[in-house]
Every structure is written in C-alpha cells, then in structure tokens.
T-cell receptor
Framework: RKEVEQDPGPFNVPEGATVAFNCTYSNSASQSFFWYRQDCRKEPKLLMSVYSSGNEDGRFTAQLNRASQYISLLIRDSKLSDSATYLCVVRGSNYQLIWGAGTKLIIKP | SAVISQKPSRDICQRGTSLTIQCQVDSQVTMMFWYRQQPGQSLTLIATANQGSEATYESGFVIDKFPISRPNLTFSTLTVSNMSPEDSSIYLC???????????FGPGTRLTVL
C-alpha cells in the first residue's frame, strides 16, 4: 500500500461546479498535511496547509480526518484557472515530505 | 516565502556525460532538498543537502551517481553523473521554512538525455 494515495483522475468538471477530492495516508503518526498545486510543466506550489480543525481560504476548504486517516480538498465555484494537478503531501515526525501522485482536475467552460 | 532559482532551466545531454544543476535561494535556509519528477509521476526525494557535510540520500540514490554540494545556507548543486536516457526527468530544488513548516520549490531543470 502506498504511503499517500490519491485518485489520479482526471476529474472533468464544468466551470462553476463544486469538486472535492480525498487523499488517504498510511502512517498514523503523520503530523502535518498540505495540498500543493502543480500546473503543467511548472513546479509544485503550496496551496494550503491542512489543520486539524479544518481551514478555508476563499473558495478552497481543506479538512483532516485523523481517525480515518484522510484529508480532503473542496473547491467551490470552480474556475478555468483551477485546472491543475493537486498533490496531497504528508509529513511525518521528521521533516521529510511524502507526496501523493496527484489528482488531475480539468475545468471545462 | 523563499524565492528559489535554478540553472539551467533545461538541457539536452549526451549519454555518458554529466550535468551540474545549481540552486540559489534568496535567503538563508536550514534545509534544502533535491527531488526528481518523471513525466506524469509525483515527486521523488533524491537527497537532503546538508550544509557543511555530506548529503543524506534516499533509498535508490547514491552519491557516486548524484553528488551534491551545499557550501552555504543559500546555495546547493546536484550533479547527474554518467547520464543515461533513464535520467531524463525534471530535477527540482526545494527549501524548507521550518518556522512556517512550509516547503518551496525552484522552477525545475528539465533534463533530456539522448
């Protein structure tokens, strides 16, 4: 079993819709969680950290469920510019990040 | 966030040659990392670049193939030695802001080995 698993997609979503993806992790001792966004042929960029209480940044909401060992990302009112690959990232007790393979999102007009 | 630059941005190399990639951060950072990303794949950590000491390599990566230097807190190099077509990939430099617990990336170096 992979340490961090994501549905690779692609998720094809009409503009304006709400889309959500989950990511599961295997190490219950994981301490920090992040969502990164990677555009085609670009480097990953931090989208948001995921806090235990959940957090929201504009149209984006991240949730953490420690009991079931998954994190989620919800995007409301999706824009064409949201098309990208979304990478789930988990950090353990050291500083090493474990990366998911990414979920590809395509927003269609 | 730290601003990270890499040189070269891309290169096409012949089999058997070596390429050194440079990474410059605009501020002093404690931790720097080198990753590889194959087309359509996620990131794979090659090594942690330690300032003033030998890099810490992940399983499957060795110093002879990927020598790393880190002479100070803002600069690191990764060399891809004796290249083969299997080394074709994007190589990404990264630094960590330990106070904010966030990691940032350079723009990457796209390497093609013929």
């Amino acid at each position: 079993r992979k340490e961090v698993e994501q549905d690779p997609g692609p998720f094809n979503v009409p503009e304006g819709a709400t889309v959500a993806f989950n990511c599961t992790y295997s190490n219950s001792a994981s301490q920090s969680f992040f969502w990164y966004r990677q555009d085609c042929r670009k480097e990953p960029k931090l989208l948001m950290s995921v806090y235990s209480s959940g957090n929201e940044d504009g149209r984006f909401t991240a949730q953490l469920n420690r009991a079931s060992q998954y994190i989620s990302l919800l995007i409301r009112d999706s824009k064409l510019s949201d098309s990208a690959t979304y990478l789930c990232v988990v950090r353990g007790s050291n500083y090493q990040l474990i990366w998911g393979a990414g979920t590809k999102l395509i927003i269609k007009p | 966030s730290a601003v990270i630059s890499q040189k070269p941005s891309r290169d096409i190399c012949q089999r058997g040659t070596s390429l050194t990639i440079q990474c410059q951060v605009d501020s002093q950072v404690t931790m720097m990392f080198w990753y590889r990303q194959q087309p359509g794949q996620s990131l794979t950590l090659i090594a942690t670049a330690n300032q003033g000491s030998e890099a810490t390599y992940e399983s499957g990566f060795v110093i002879d193939k990927f020598p790393i230097s880190r002479p100070n807190l803002t600069f690191s190099t990764l060399t891809v030695s004796n290249m083969s077509p299997e080394d074709s990939s994007i190589y990404l430099c990264s630094s960590m802001d330990t106070q904010r617990n966030e990691q940032f990336f350079g723009p990457g170096t796209r390497l093609t080995v013929l």
